[in-house]
């Protein structure tokens, strides 16, 4: 079945560090790809998206591109802050509108 | 706007009872869906419903059923609880089928003891 897989954490990192997350997935078919994120005690939020192979998404800062050839969807900042501490999600979604998670990597940022 | 809410925020129940969770989605939102997250685990996905109807079920016992009112609001019941039912329930709409993104509830904490 279709599953995502992304590197354990917890990760921490200076403030001003670059970050990586990576994400590998399994899928049949052509899936939407995702990345979530969950500040602590808050929602999940959609934080970037890429629909179709080589898009990249981007969104405050953050960047990931679909790699369809090795599937993955490895997620980059140059430069992260105290308030980038969360849960990081990537997420795939094939079909009936149901997404399916990676298990999440936790980040930290130290000053 | 308002965003998707969920009631309760917090939920208590020993094991064998049943519970029912309640989701509104955004205005004009037509489809909700439902997921479970363990603590520490991504969450997975329970239901999806759009027009009232059930258009997607994850692997999850018959214990769990779900509906979705003419306003689009929704329902999540478990029957007969477990211990391993406690986690956050989270409730998420879209406007229609296949559009993005999905918007995601504060979610609610059950906890079965």
């Known amino acids: 079945g279709d599953s995502v897989t992304q590197m354990e954490g917890p990760v921490t990192l200076s403030e001003e560090a670059f970050l990586t997350i990576n994400c590998t997935y399994t899928a049949t078919g052509y899936p939407s790809l995702f990345w979530y994120v969950q500040y602590p005690g808050e929602g999940l939020q959609l934080l970037l998206k890429a629909t179709k192979a080589d898009d990249k998404g981007s969104n405050k800062g953050f960047e990931a591109t679909y790699r369809k050839e090795t599937t993955s969807f490895h997620l980059e900042k140059g430069s992260v802050q105290v308030s980038d501490s969360a849960v990081y999600f990537c997420?795939?979604?094939?079909?009936?509108?149901?997404?399916?998670f990676g298990p999440g990597t936790s980040l930290s940022v130290i000053p | 706007d308002a965003g998707v809410t969920q009631s309760p925020t917090h939920l208590i129940k020993t094991r064998g009872q049943h519970v029912t969770l309640r989701c509104s989605p955004i205005s004009g939102h037509k489809s909700v869906s439902w997921y479970q997250q363990v603590l520490g685990q991504g969450p997975q996905f329970i239901f999806q419903y759009y027009e009232k109807e059930e258009r997607g079920r994850g692997n999850f016992p018959d214990r769990f059923s779900a509906r979705q009112f003419p306003n689009y609001s929704s329902e999540l019941n478990v029957n007969a609880l477990l211990l391993g039912d406690s986690a956050l329930y989270l409730c998420?709409?879209?406007?229609?089928?296949?559009?993005?993104?999905?918007?995601f509830g504060p979610g609610t904490r059950l906890t079965v003891l």
């Open positions: 997420a795939l979604e094939t079909s009936y509108d149901k997404v399916i």
């Open positions: 998420a709409s879209r406007q229609d089928r296949g559009t993005w993104p999905s918007f």
